[in-house]
């Protein structure tokens, strides 16, 4: 089955200083990849996805991920962290051609420090 | 843009008792909802898919008669939790897909914070 694998379950940055989330994905065919972000006792809202076309995509709230299909990875960045981007960000995946199901990562706790 | 709502936000219950909870797409009929729950630091892990009108399909390992879905109409979805125990305790959160979109992308509602006493 498609999955997606985050790498660092908690990754701390200084504020001001770059943030990169790693996501790679398990597929010899492109799947389609999600970023959300959730905070703390609230549902997940959407960053950015990639579906087809610019490798580069751009979110919101400055993030924006790149999707490499030589590296499978669909890492999500940031250039100057700042402490409202403290939240848990999640990968996702749904399988070109697969419907609408959603399938998850296990979880990024991002803290920014002062 | 698409809006979710869940209700309650946050429920305690006795072991044995029966919790329903509500998903309402607020500002677009939603054809399909999605039930996930989510323990504490963990991912989400889908329950069941919901069509308006049909019966829901429930992913492996989810007990139906557990929890029962119902949309019957194109704005609500309801989970009811039936006899309830303290290991059904959990983050319930659902989702919407908005008709049309690209790949119908989810909007997520708020959550239902569950603990079964």
């Known amino acids: 089955a498609q999955s997606v694998t985050q790498l660092g379950s908690h990754v701390s940055v200084s504020e001001g200083a770059l943030v990169l989330l790693r996501c790679n994905y398990s597929?010899?065919?492109?799947?389609?990849l999600f970023w959300y972000v959730q905070y703390p006792n609230q549902g997940l809202q959407l960053l950015l996805k990639?579906?087809?076309?610019?490798?580069l995509v751009k979110g919101i709230n400055g993030f924006e991920a790149e999707f490499k299909k030589s590296e499978t990875s669909f890492h999500l960045t940031k250039p100057s962290a700042h402490m409202s981007d403290a939240a848990e960000y999640f990968c996702?995946?749904?399988?070109?051609?697969?419907?609408?199901?959603?399938?998850f990562g296990t979880g990024t706790q991002l803290k920014v420090e002062l | 843009g698409a809006v979710v709502s869940q209700h309650p936000s946050w429920v305690i219950c006795k072991s044995g008792t029966s919790v329903k909870i509500e998903c309402r797409s607020l500002d677009f009929q939603a054809t399909t909802m999605f039930w996930y729950r989510q323990f504490p630091k963990q991912s989400l892990m889908l329950m069941a898919t919901s069509n308006e009108g049909s019966k829901a399909t429930y992913e492996q390992g989810v007990e139906k008669d557990k929890f029962l879905i119902n949309h019957a109409s194109l704005t609500l979805s309801t989970l009811t939790v039936t006899s309830a125990h303290p290991e059904d305790s959990s983050f319930y959160i659902c989702?919407?897909?908005?008709?049309?979109?690209?790949?119908?992308?989810?909007?997520f509602g708020p959550g239902t914070r569950l603990l079964v006493l």
């Open positions: 990639y579906t087809t076309g610019a490798t």
């Open positions: 989702s919407a897909t908005e008709p049309g979109s690209l790949l119908e992308t989810q909007y």
């Open positions: 996702a995946v749904i399988p070109t051609g697969g419907g609408n199901k959603l399938t």
């Open positions: 597929s010899s065919v492109p799947p389609y």
